[in-house]
């Protein structure tokens, strides 16, 4: 890089962009903890640590291999199926404008991380309360270069969808399908928990289900209103799309959930809510706000049906990813081919406004991401598995995750505790009663 | 049943909260109380014993003790009537 760059601002950056961007990419990175929260209340309380902790340990191992490999892999340059490694360690990446947008190629690298990171995040919800977070760090690290970096160049960074002419604002394909068609792949890998379907293992804190997915909602609107990486009308119809598809999924989750039980719940409108910004995701600068209502109402549909069904089978994905992830994002990639509007976004109609090859490419990313994303997650765990243990002992799954697989308890009451000296050495566990 | 802590001679707990690193002695338990008429006292100590069972320190107990009264306070009923099953 040449001096003055650092000195001058640098010609093609355009600040009001570049403002939001910023704000966005931080509004983006708080979906993962806000996801954590919503995981970790699903959970029973032995294992509320550990399954918040894989969202965070997400943060933690995908920010590192997103600058070391991932971005470049997915953003470097127009190869059909993978990027190159012209940006690898951050290689170039500094305050030039990224090519076809007006703000640093660092902000953009920064935002596109946030999403690498929640992807990885999210696919956690298929295995938490009993597989090993030894384990899950090793595979987020290789699913984020693997399976993200792949399907976000697919979709985004120029790779064959792109050219081929799929939509997909804001990550209908590597995020939303890619995780949730994943995460059916890592539950079926790594098993169910040792007492699915025998005994009822139910969420253990309904407030921090509603109040992470009201904090991811508040993130999505960096998410989709980011994808435009600008101030111009694409983002703009994001953002609104952002605030009314989901509305429109409460109000018919609502519904469902009256026929269903006659009462209406707050775990399936925290659900609702996720499946409505899914839903949004991949359409948000596409459609109309009108037929954003529309797809916020039809979403529920899919997606209920499978949480109802998936329950009823011996396939522990246990929180749902394929349901609220998977089929929202599937749908709404769908959607998309029907009633994208070029009035609206200046690209493309979809079959409502007579082109129906738009739905064709639509169908081809809503078949493409799910099947990639599927065989690859499970190859890639049936290689970790070959040469580490995928989960937790039966005994350690009973005791909880928090105990075992981090020395900490959420709800540790002190009683009981007895304080150990560093100089007594100890720390590993001794009986005090000889069992012989 | 109730919710209670105590110690049964299994491992202690190790855990560390930000270098304070502590011995959690009691684990999370939970305590039968049953009442049964004489010919339930085996059957009931047999499915304790094969339900309860993992194998490893910790398992817990089982004590039989003798009851000198028991009333069924919906009927009036006392003693055997009172904690033998009614079939419906």
């Known amino acids: 890089m040449s001096p003055p760059a650092l000195l001058a601002a640098v010609s093609g950056i355009d600040t009001g962009d570049t403002a939001w961007m910023l704000i966005a990419t931080a509004l983006v990175l708080m979906m993962t903890p806000a996801l954590g929260l919503f995981y970790a209340g699903l959970v029973r309380s032995k294992n509320t640590l550990n399954t918040f902790m894989m969202c965070i340990g997400a943060i933690a191992v995908a920010m590192v291999t997103w600058a070391l490999v991932g971005y470049s892999l997915a953003f470097d340059g127009t190869g059909s199926l993978i990027g190159g490694l012209g940006y690898v360690g951050l290689h170039g990446v500094d305050f030039a404008p990224r090519e076809g947008t007006a703000i640093p190629h660092l902000v953009f690298m920064a935002f596109q991380a946030t999403f690498c990171i929640i992807t990885v995040a999210l696919v956690s919800g298929a295995v938490v309360e009993r597989m090993r977070f030894g384990a899950f760090l090793v595979f987020a690290a290789l699913w984020s270069v693997c399976v993200y970096a792949v399907l976000a160049h697919w979709a985004f960074g120029g790779g064959w969808l792109q050219a081929n002419g799929t939509l997909d604002f804001a990550g209908g394909v590597p995020v939303e399908m890619g995780s949730g068609f994943s995460a059916l792949a890592a539950a079926l890998v790594v098993g169910a928990r040792k007492d699915y379907g025998r005994q009822a293992l139910l969420p253990h804190n309904a407030v921090y289900v509603l109040l992470g997915a009201g904090l991811l909602w508040f993130g999505w609107f960096g998410f989709n209103g980011g994808s435009g990486f600008s101030t111009g009308n694409p983002s703009v119809l994001a953002f609104t799309n952002t605030l009314l598809t989901p509305a429109c999924t409460l109000v018919v989750w609502f519904g469902l959930d009256l026929l269903r039980g006659r009462k209406v719940t707050a775990i399936g409108a925290a659900t609702a809510i996720v499946v409505g910004c899914v839903a949004i995701t991949p359409a948000g600068g596409f459609i109309s706000p009108g037929w954003a209502m529309l797809l916020g109402g039809l979403a529920a549909l899919p997606s209920y049906a499978i949480i109802v069904w998936r329950t009823r089978t011996r396939v522990d994905e246990t929180l749902d990813v394929l349901a609220a992830h998977g089929m929202a994002g599937f749908f709404g990639i769908l959607f998309i081919g029907f009633f994208a509007e070029l009035s609206w976004n200046g690209v493309s109609n979809g079959l409502f406004y007579g082109n129906a090859a738009q739905l064709g490419d639509q169908a081809l990313a809503a078949l493409a991401g799910p099947t990639y994303a599927f065989i690859a997650t499970f190859v890639l765990l049936k290689l970790i598995g070959a040469v580490m243990p995928l989960r937790a002992s039966e005994h350690e799954e009973a005791l909880g995750m928090d105990v075992v697989q981090h020395g900490e308890e959420a709800y540790v009451t002190g009683e009981g505790a007895i304080l150990v000296f560093p100089e007594d050495g100890g720390t590993a566990g001794v009986p005090v009663a000889d069992p012989g | ?88």
């Open chain 2, 1 to 88: 049943m109730s919710r209670v802590q105590g110690h049964g001679g299994e491992l202690e707990r190790v855990e560390t909260y930000r270098g304070t690193t502590v011995k959690i002695g009691l684990a999370e338990k939970v305590r039968f109380e049953i009442a049964v008429s004489d010919e339930f006292v085996q059957p009931t100590v047999d499915a304790l014993c094969e339900g309860a069972r993992t194998g490893e320190v910790g398992d817990g107990k089982i004590f039989v003790l003798p009851l000198d009264r028991a009333v069924r306070i919906r009927t009036g009923e006392t003693d055997h009537g009172a904690v033998t099953p009614v079939d419906k």
